[in-house]
T-cell receptor, first 111, second 114 residues
Framework: DQQVKQNSPSLSVQEGRISILNCDYT??????FLWYKKYPAEGPTFLIS?????DKNEDGRFTVFLNKSAKHLSLHIVPSQPGDSAVYFC??????????FGTGTSLTVIP | NAGVTQTPKFRILKIGQSMTLQCAQD?????MYWYRQDPGMGLKLIYY???????DKGEVPNGYNVSRSTTEDFPLRLELAAPSQTSVYFC?????????????FGSGTRLTVV
């Protein structure tokens, strides 16, 4: 039972344009959401997070939006750069301090 | 600054064999975790530990055992390996009150059971 879903396995974007990665969840009790970035043969690295009491968090080129009514979050990368090419995972925390991960979206930024 | 170190990086096991995946962190994190990632799937929590001497089951603990005798080390033991345990295993760590700022992950161990 996948509580966190990333329905797009892959995404291709031109360099300089916006990348939008989406994530849906089913558990309304999740209180924190995180995005991780993963390069091949490496472990995931933390990118940005958002609390369920907020609807937006921004860090440089990365912005995460949370729509609680739709149980949906998205990661915006503007402008996209070739070095952003990686697999992006969203993760959500339940009240038991356990994180559930999505299946990942592979982003390719085309120079 | 080593962070989280996992060994080995790759391993092929025969069905029924046993092995221990090693994980060590040098950041004095109290929380440590073991995840597995199957192809096309998200990371699933196997076991976690909130401090030395304390471990607890995650989402998919069957077929695995862990121990936490020190703050630094959190080995994962596979007994009687099965093909269903073919996966990439990630160890991670965090401070308990900073988990929402993300875990530090190791680079993974790719395990194949044949």
């Amino acid at each position: 039972d996948q509580q966190v879903k990333q329905n797009s396995p892959s995404l291709s974007v031109q360099e300089g344009r916006i990348s939008i990665l989406n994530c849906d969840y089913t558990n309304s009790m999740f209180d924190y959401f995180l995005w991780y970035k993963k390069y091949p043969a490496e472990g995931p690295t933390f990118l940005i997070s958002i609390s369920s009491i907020k609807d937006k968090n921004e860090d440089g080129r990365f912005t995460v939006f949370l729509n609680k009514s739709a149980k949906h979050l998205s990661l915006h990368i503007v402008p996209s750069q070739p070095g952003d090419s990686a697999v992006y995972f969203c993760a959500a925390r339940n009240t038991g301090n356990q994180f559930y991960f999505g299946t990942g979206t592979s982003l390719t930024v085309i120079p | 600054n080593a962070g989280v170190t996992q060994t080995p990086k790759f391993r092929i096991l025969k069905i029924g064999q046993s092995m221990t995946l090693q994980c060590a962190q040098d950041m004095n994190h109290n929380y440590m975790y073991w995840y597995r990632q199957d192809p096309g799937m998200g990371l699933k929590l196997i076991y976690y530990s909130v401090g030395a001497g304390i471990t607890d089951k995650g989402e998919v603990p069957n077929g695995y055992n862990v121990s936490r005798s020190t703050t630094e080390d959190f080995p994962l033991r596979l007994e009687l390996a099965a093909p269903s345990q073919t996966s990439v295993y990630f160890c991670a760590s965090s401070f308990e009150d900073r988990a929402v700022y993300g875990y530090t992950f190791g680079s993974g161990t790719r395990l194949t059971v044949v």
